[in-house]
């Protein structure tokens, strides 16, 4: 008796902590509901000491111009997935939380993606990340990084915004997708070569045989005329197994094409890796990185990227060349400052050429 009044009791006791959570739980929906958003907060996180992407004023524009209610909406009608979209369709935005606190506050989070270098190239005005990712530079932006400027082909078009690494991948993909489909078209031309093969086989195989009682006159003429038959089909087959490896051929250069635009493509986006390396290990000197104010990137007739450097001190410009050993010419280039240009004047060349082996060549 005593088991069954505890058990009764404890039933009623957990009845009445879920009834209490349950009436909580309304009372505290109901006072949700009837809260109204009294203010907006914006805060942007600075992921770079370098200047800034967006602001607060302008994200507030943004909110007001798309129309989603805020301020005296109440808490649980506002949009908070629509405006976090509405923030993050900006390819500088890296992060955009937003949510509504009880007192009726609703707060927006952004954090910004932090840019390497700056794309200023044949119509190209775009921000580039460490990671490959591009965005084009939004107006009124304000950024200390490396400028990248001249006649560099890029491995993407110039209004690209997104991972330049995907971008790449998709490009390949379809690539080989178009390279499989001109082998595909190949394959009705490889059924006619085995019927051409085998037509030319029963011609060969074709034989006269002279009759019992047939007069050796009769039987040449017969001769004669399977000859000057065969030679006929022959020619003619033989043209058309000509025209069609003439097809077969011109399908197989497409795909060497397809090939050779793939690999230019690839040793074009290898390229722009290295740019984002030697970008880095430029800013990653802080000598270097306060010195060097505008990158002039070229792509050389025979496609390799070559690169000037701008300097802060002077009037010169540095032939920097290829970038794949740029230790050693950051190296000589020092020495080179520290052992003559200090003493010369940082005035006195206009050219500074250090793409050759164990020499400086300097024009006024």
């Known amino acids: 008796m005593d088991r069954m009044l505890r058990y009764a009791g404890l039933a009623l006791l957990w009845s009445a902590v879920a009834g209490y959570l349950l009436l909580a739980g309304i009372v505290a929906a109901r006072g949700r509901a009837a809260r109204k958003v009294q203010r907006v907060e914006i805060e942007v996180v600075d992921s770079t000491s370098r200047g800034y992407l967006v602001s607060t ?3 507030r524009e943004w909110i007001g111009r798309s129309g989603i209610p805020t301020i005296g909406t109440a808490l649980d009608a506002v949009d908070l997935r629509g405006i976090e979209r509405l923030i993050a369709r900006n390819g500088f935005v890296k992060e955009a939380v937003a949510r509504v606190d009880y007192s009726g506050v609703l707060r927006v989070r952004i954090s910004q993606r932090e840019p390497l270098l700056r794309l200023m190239t044949d119509g190209t005005n775009s921000y580039v990340t460490s990671d490959g990712y591009v965005f084009a530079a939004p107006k009124a932006s304000s950024l ?3 400028v990248v400027t001249g006649s560099y082909r890029l491995p993407f078009p110039k209004d690209f915004a997104g991972d330049v690494h995907a971008c790449m991948a998709e490009e390949l993909a379809k690539s080989e997708a178009r390279i499989a489909e001109l082998e595909k078209e190949k394959y009705p031309y490889y059924r006619q070569e085995i019927e051409i ?3 030319l086989t029963e011609v060969r195989r074709r034989r006269v045989r002279q009759g ?14 399977l000859r000057e038959e065969k030679s006929i089909l022959r020619r003619r087959y033989r043209y058309d197994a000509r025209k069609v490896q003439e097809e077969i051929d011109r399908l197989g250069r497409r795909q060497e094409e397809e090939r050779e635009r793939q690999k230019k493509l690839v040793e074009n986006y290898e390229d722009f890796a290295k740019l984002l390396t030697f ?19 070229r792509t050389t007739p025979g496609g390799a990227l070559e690169v000037d450097l701008v300097p802060r001190s002077g009037r010169h410009v540095v032939r920097f060349g290829r970038i794949e050993d740029a230790a050693r010419k950051f190296g000589k280039l020092m020495r080179f400052y520290e052992g003559g240009l200090s003493r010369i004047g ?5 050219t500074i050429d250090i793409r050759y082996d164990d020499q400086v060549v300097c024009r006024k």
């Open 212 to 225: 019992w009682f047939e007069r050796a006159t009769d039987f040449d003429r017969r001769v004669a005329e």
């Open 57 to 59: 004023m302008r994200v």
């Open 346 to 350: 940082w005035d006195e060349y206009r």
């Open 144 to 146: 200390y990084v490396p």
């Open 197 to 199: 093969e085998r037509h």
């Open 279 to 297: 970008v880095e290990s430029v800013e990653n000197d802080a000598f270097w990185r306060s010195e060097v104010v505008q990158i002039i990137a």
